[in-house]
């Protein structure tokens, strides 16, 4: 997905032959670990040709031979999720300079003074989009409220189940843009075939949306998604109250942030097995509660972090300054 995403950008992509180590099975091991090293000799070579004055990191195992092979380069990691994962954590060390979405994140790198709260950054034409130009473009009633239903890039499969089982409940309450993923998209579309014509025109289901992602997240009253980094830049973006359902095999990860938007009263946690029997009736009652969701919207407005590409980009910028403050790692 992120290989697509940035080729769609025009950014010039080259890959890195890396793997997990950390909680890895013993038969596993070493083959990851010769993976790592063919990783390290790569980024060797792609340092030696592109001749970077710094590096930039945003997460993932594929940052570490990167990060061993540019060890004497100034870097930039930021952290996206709340709390780090383990190889951002472990080249964070070394890093000049830690870039972090919220300053919550700060308690996991001790009391290191090169972190710098920028907010999480979102794209710039999420913006392009306003409630009524956006409804406009999903075909919605302007009178009606609107639950946008997300699983991430990839989709969810208990999200999508969950949409699937209180279809029907669920389209008498609300209009639905429905954001599957490709993986359950054929079950999706069947089940969209089983709607009565009135109901089909409330339910707007697509397998993955690219550019009219924005639209979706301004023509939505509340959302259901996972709790992966982006809904801490994205949603505060929108002020879009939100049922969090956390991805259960991740670490913490998606918990710890969902536990953060919560904790401000911009949203409701929903755990990934209670999602089925839950949705309905969470759905229901918020949607019964109008001042709770304005409230709830209005929570979700205090936490956008404004500016946030041009805060890193100010950051890498001076790290390449020759006058540059932080060490450079022998």
Excluded: C
């Excluded at 709340?82 to 890093?95: C, F, H, N």
């Excluded at 979706?216 to 996972?226: F, G, N, Y």
Aim: charged share 15%; no cysteine.
């Amino acid at each position: 997905m992120e290989a697509e995403l940035v080729k769609r950008a025009g950014v010039p992509y080259t890959e890195i032959p890396a793997a997990g180590i950390h909680g890895v099975g013993w038969r596993s091991l070493p083959r990851n670990i010769m993976q790592v090293l063919r990783g390290v000799s790569r980024s060797r070579q792609i340092l030696d040709q592109f001749q970077p004055e710094a590096l930039f990191f945003t997460g993932g195992y594929v940052a570490g031979p990167m990060a061993y092979a540019g060890r004497k380069l100034p870097y930039l990691v930021f952290v996206p999720d709340i709390e780090p994962g383990m190889a951002l954590k472990m080249i964070s060390r070394y890093a000049s300079r830690i870039a972090v979405t919220t300053a919550d994140s700060q308690k996991y790198f001790g009391s290191t003074q090169k972190v710098v709260v920028t907010g999480y950054p979102t794209r710039s034409d999420l913006q392009s989009w306003d409630r009524e130009s956006a409804r406009r473009k999903f075909e919605l009633s302007m009178d009606e409220p609107v639950l946008l239903v997300t699983g991430g890039s990839k989709g969810s499969r208990s999200i999508n189940q969950a949409v699937i089982n209180n279809l029907y409940g669920l389209l008498s309450l609300t209009q639905i843009i429905h954001i599957s993923g490709q993986l359950d998209w054929s079950s999706v579309e069947a089940q969209k075939a089983s709607l009565t014509p009135a109901q089909a025109a409330r339910y707007h289901a697509y397998p993955y949306l690219h550019s009219e992602m924005g639209a979706a997240l301004a023509a939505a009253d509340l959302v259901v998604a996972r709790a992966g980094a982006s809904t801490l830049g994205e949603l505060p973006l929108f002020g879009l109250p939100a049922i969090l359902v956390p991805y259960p095999y991740a670490w913490r990860y998606q918990q710890t942030n969902a536990q953060y938007l919560a904790r401000h009263g911009s949203a409701r946690i929903v755990q990934d097995a209670q999602l089925s029997e839950q949705m309905l009736p969470v759905v229901t009652d918020l949607f019964s509660n109008p001042e709770q969701l304005n409230q709830m919207r209005k929570a979700m407005s205090t936490l956008t972090q404004a500016h946030s590409a041009e805060k890193i980009a100010r950051i890498l910028s001076a790290m390449m300054e020759p006058s540059f403050p932080g060490e450079v790692h022998g």
